[in-house]
């Protein structure tokens, strides 16, 4: 700790201290040369203390039951903010004994992946290139794709590595379209791709839209290898 002797500084913390405890004002503001406030400025001991590290802790449910926790998942599934998909990830990570929900549900030794991110571009990347909707497409292109998309999901094995991924575009109305379903070669014929569809067709992208659910058309003519949805009732959050 520091003593703080810049009187401009001090009338700073001190102004601090009134909006924060008498945040309705009915006071002249504080400041270094106002004649009202210079001598107490001055008189005032104010010490400083450095900023050297910052200590965090996540709430994510660590001390709930488990009951309380599948509600949690269900609720950030069905409420489908912007920041909702993440945060079902982060809690599921937290909480590893938590039983998968029924929107989640995978092969055994496969954990879907509701928010995918930067982190997962490469490995993404290194799945799609080459699959038959991309032959001649750049990597950049390819990787541009994933994180300018509506919704990203994906699929981890045991060990960690990416062995599926998914993303969803929509209008925010009418349509949304799901592409660039992928499956690892070795993970193929096991239903991981199944669970993939089902967990991307039940995001919501389409939040103004209610009627059909979503359908995939996997040999979409415009788009190759892409699966559509007329969105206009996908049971899920509203992710778009």
């Not at 001190?14 to 001598?39: C, N, W």
């Amino acid at each position: 700790m520091h003593a703080v002797d810049e009187p401009a500084l001090k009338a700073r913390v001190l102004q601090a201290l009134m909006e924060k405890h008498q945040p309705e004002g009915g006071y002249v503001p504080i400041t270094a040369d106002d004649p009202r406030y210079r001598g107490a400025v001055k008189g005032i001991a104010v010490v400083g203390m450095p900023l050297t590290q910052v200590d965090g802790k996540a709430k994510l449910g660590q001390n709930r039951g488990t009951d309380d926790l599948d509600k949690v998942l269900r609720f950030l599934w069905a409420r489908g903010e912007p920041g909702d998909p993440r945060a079902v990830d982060l809690v599921r990570a937290a909480n590893p004994n938590v039983p998968t929900p029924e929107f989640l549900q995978a092969p055994v030794g496969a954990r879907l992946q509701c928010a995918m991110g930067p982190r997962d571009l490469a490995e993404t990347v290194e799945l799609l290139a080459g699959q038959y909707w991309n032959v001649d497409v750049p990597r950049d292109r390819i990787a541009c794709a994933q994180v300018s998309s509506s919704a990203w999901v994906g699929a981890r094995d045991e060990a960690g590595a990416l062995i599926a991924s998914g993303r969803g575009i929509a209008d925010g109305a009418r349509c949304a379209f799901l592409l660039d379903i992928v499956v690892a070669e070795a993970w193929r014929g096991r239903g991981l791709g199944k669970a993939l569809l089902n967990c991307c067709s039940t995001i919501r992208m389409c939040a103004a839209a209610g009627g059909s659910s979503c359908a995939p058309a996997t040999r979409n003519p415009f788009m190759r290898g892409s699966a559509s949805a007329s969105a206009s009732s996908c049971p899920g959050p509203r992710w778009c």
